[in-house]
């Protein structure tokens, strides 16, 4: 089948089929028990678990057994998801709204000079574009007149870099000069950090791919106009940017640009120059060995049969839960203090890739895509909403992410930490049943496990290409185009329709509520 004529997850005979099935599945005694479901067959855990590289998954505590597993799986074959896959990973124009790829897969691919291929030439200029990237990236780590970089971004030009940042600083993989990120149109987050500074030893990273984001460019000039009060006068050599559109970069009055290509989406874009500050965080060592991590996974995910490829098995997983079972939200509860804005990337990465009512020809979709994804590093949620997991009235499958070794010297506090991610995960399943309704525990809830055997630059890149891959896999089926986001576009349409009636008092036209709020909002 070719990937443009693929069909629909709904158009499938095997759609029905799970429909039916589904209904065994529902609350009451006679359906599926996960305490069940263990103790009739010992080779469960064996069966819903696997290695990807980097990555251990324990799917078995999961809503799922063997005939709703095969039924995705034909659900995944009808679909013709092979051909998709194999288009997204050679470059085929799979974003079919703007006509262009999602090869965000061949800027971890390793390359060596003189493979004679078709696309031999964008190979090259990847790999030459990585090795100016991280040439600048060292010599700003070995130059001392350079303390601070800051990362002026908002979606994916920073939650991607700054996760992964963040993480690997936690893993005691960074070092070198400090990397702050600022991303909120609210003039709040850089006015606190401006005054820390020097204008003299900070180096700012516009990242931005459009270079038209209203929040990156507000950020931009409050930077510039903060640096040349502080004295700084070299705008040139204190503000790089990373964009495609290097002609608004060099309006600005930045003229050392690091390009990237418009088939790099933006939530997709870590690997390419918008991740600069990262690469200035790590070294360019640290960055080759995130992209091999990346890599690794893409090979898993090109190769593995479709019974044990992970990302496949997830996207299902999410298929299954959402349209059949129901569930339309996803707690992700990593506990590793390092993934704590693990859960604000996949907001962006699943939300804005599979958060559509469409399919890719605009049809109207009769049943419910991305699922709304939260969470929060463990052990904290344990100690907020983890209540509700337990014992509210819904159903949440929670994936918990687990590390098993620490980059910290306190063994017995990392063993009680992964002590409580198991524990988490067995409560939710065997509950606790109590004629005392408030210590009544219902069981038999959901939740993945992930685990990581430690926490470095190559394990980072596979999970991240993991979750890349999976959402790919479930948008694909769902019959969605992953890679555009309309969505954002009429927000900021009204935003730049209201700015001025702040100031003017202006309401005409509008409805009685932004009027009115309008009006007690203007004038400061
Ligand atoms: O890198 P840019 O062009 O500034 O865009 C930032 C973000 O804004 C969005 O376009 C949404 O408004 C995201 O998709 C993107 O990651």
Known sequence: MNWKNRLRCDETAAWPLLQAHARTFRQDASSFDLRTAFAEDDQRFERFSQDAPYVFADLSKNLIDDRAQQLLLQLARECGFEAHREALLTGEPINTAEQRAAWHTLLREPYAPGQETASTSIRAEVAASLADMLNFADAVRADSRITDVVNIGIGGSDLGPRMAAQTLRTAGATSGPRVHFVANGDGHEISELLPSLKAASTLFIVVSKTFGTAETLANAKAARQWFLADGGSDVARHFVGVTCNTSAAGEFGISRVFSIWDWVGGRYSLWSAVGLSLAVAMGSAGFRALLAGAHAMDQHFANAPLETNLPLRLALLDIWQCDFLGLSSRCVAPYHHGLRRLPAYLQQLEMESNGKGVDAHGRRLAFPTAPVVWGEAGSNG?????????????????????????????????????????????????????????????????????????????????????????????????????????GVELGKTIATDLAPRLTSGDTAGLDASTAGLLKRLGGS
């Open 382 to 486: 344990q100690h907020a909403f983890f209540q509700l997991l337990h014992q509210g009235p819904g159903v949440t499958p929670v994936e918990f992410i687990a590390v098993r070794e620490p980059a910290h010297s306190l063994q017995a506090q990392h063993r009680t930490l992964l002590a409580n991610a198991l524990a988490q995960a067995r409560a939710l399943m065997i509950g606790q049943s109590s004629d005392c309704g408030h210590r009544h525990f219902p069981g038999n809830r959901p939740s993945t496990f992930l685990l990581l055997e430690r926490m470095d630059p190559a394990s980072l890149g596979a999970l991240l290409a993991l979750y890349e891959h999976r959402v790919f896999s479930s948008g694909s089926l769902w019959g969605i185009n992953s890679f555009d986001q309309w």
